[in-house]
């Protein structure tokens, strides 16, 4: 992981775009960690089992963003290229 980070900092420098995904990626994931970490400690929250995410919630939560992004960045490309195209004419 150590040796990724340099990567995955230097892909993130280039597209900036992707900076709030990679973090909601974090957050889903640290969810699902604290999740995980109070059903194997037995706590409660206000009385209520804590249940850890399941591994399908997490793969959807995350196929749910990264479909979300492509369709904004693909609406976004679409806009700048109709907004340049009608200062021509």
């Known amino acids: 992981m150590i040796w990724l980070s ?15 995904l990679a973090l909601f990626v974090l957050f889903v994931v640290g969810i699902m960690l604290v999740t995980e970490g109070g ?10 089992e804590i249940y850890p995410m399941t591994k399908a919630t997490f793969y959807f939560v995350i196929a749910v963003l990264v479909l979300t992004d492509v369709v904004q960045g693909r609406y976004q490309h679409k806009l700048s290229r109709g907004a340049g195209g009608s200062h021509a004419a």
């Open 6 to 20: 340099d990567r995955v900092a230097a892909f993130l420098q280039k597209n900036r775009m992707y900076e709030v």
């Open 39 to 48: 059903h194997l400690g037995r706590l409660a929250f206000f009385g209520h």
